[in-house]
């Protein structure tokens, strides 16, 4: 370096004015001169120590933060797996739920449909009490208090969605009718049905239970 020249050039001179063999006579002002870059040689080589370990500092601070990056780049990796499995078991969870909704209203509709079965045949036989009681010539009041009841019974069916069905004159289908009769019938196509014998229902435009018919045969 250009400043440790200098200082060793200075020392050197020193020495060899000291030396009484070798004393050499130097003007006060560059004497002066040589003092203040000794100094600022000196003062120099303090920052440069300084910095040095100041670089030296910041060096390891940089190693940490690199180390630091690295745990965080693997704790962001973790957590994204984690988060992705939250992910899928909450998705799982959340299909689990519908499906077990899905399971427990298929359940309870069946329930339903064999409650409502039951009750249909118990309306049914009221409403043929009904028409007996209607072929006697006594009892008014009973009538007309068992009508109620069966008007009731036939109101609350409706409310839970229960209609009857009207299959005079359509066509035979499998999925709602059941074939009890044929006829021959020349006037009106094969399979027509000609007759309701056991009474069919819906539940919800769905078949609840299916209507017994007679239905027509073309003459051979």
Same mark, same amino acid.
């Given at each position: 370096?250009?400043?440790?020249?200098?200082?060793?050039?200075?020392?050197?001179?020193?020495?060899?004015?000291?030396?009484?063999?070798?004393?050499?006579?130097?003007?006060?002002?560059?004497?002066?001169?040589?003092?203040?870059?000794?100094?600022?040689?000196?003062?120099? =080589?303090?920052?440069?120590?300084?910095?040095?370990?100041?670089?030296?500092?910041?060096? /390891?601070?940089?190693?940490?933060?690199?180390?630091?990056?690295?745990?965080?780049?693997?704790?962001?990796?973790?957590?994204?797996? !984690?988060?992705?499995?939250?992910?899928?078991?909450?998705?799982?969870?959340?299909? !689990?739920?519908?499906?077990?909704?899905?399971?427990?209203?298929?359940?309870?509709?069946?329930?339903?449909?064999?409650?409502?079965?039951? =009750? $249909?045949?118990? !309306?049914?036989?009221?409403?043929?009490?009904?028409?007996?009681?209607?072929? =006697?010539?006594?009892?008014?009041?009973?009538?007309?208090?068992?009508?109620?009841?069966?008007?009731?019974?036939?109101?609350?069916?409706?409310?839970?969605?229960?209609?009857?069905?009207?299959?005079?004159?359509?066509?035979?289908?499998?999925?709602?009718?059941?074939?009890?009769?044929?006829?021959?019938?020349?006037?009106?196509?094969?399979?027509?049905?000609?007759?309701?014998?056991?009474?069919?229902?819906?539940?919800?435009? /769905?078949?609840?239970?299916?209507?017994?018919?007679? $239905?027509? /045969?073309?003459? =051979?």
């Amino acid at each position: 370096m250009v400043f440790e020249d200098f200082y060793d050039d200075y020392f050197n001179a020193r020495r060899s004015l000291e030396d009484p063999y070798s004393k050499v006579s130097i003007p006060k002002e560059k004497y002066k001169n040589l003092m203040e870059i000794a100094e600022k040689y000196e003062m120099l =080589l303090r920052k440069f120590d300084q910095v040095d370990a100041k670089k030296t500092e910041l060096h /390891k601070q940089l190693e940490t933060l690199k180390e630091d990056g690295r745990q965080l780049k693997d704790l962001e990796e973790k957590t994204e797996k !984690y988060l992705n499995s939250l992910v899928r078991v909450q998705a799982d969870f959340e299909n !689990y739920k519908k499906a077990n909704y899905r399971e427990n209203e298929r359940y309870r509709l069946r329930v339903k449909e064999e409650m409502l079965k039951k =009750l $249909i045949k118990h !309306y049914e036989d009221l409403h043929r009490a009904l028409k007996v009681l209607d072929s =006697l010539k006594k009892g008014e009041s009973v009538k007309k208090g068992f009508k109620m009841i069966v008007d009731n019974f036939e109101k609350f069916l409706e409310d839970e969605g229960v209609k009857p069905m009207h299959s005079e004159g359509e066509k035979f289908d499998p999925y709602k009718h059941e074939c009890l009769l044929v006829e021959e019938n020349e006037f009106l196509p094969e399979n027509t049905i000609l007759e309701e014998i056991d009474q069919g229902y819906y539940l919800n435009n /769905k078949v609840l239970k299916p209507a017994g018919v007679k $239905i027509s /045969k073309s003459k =051979l």
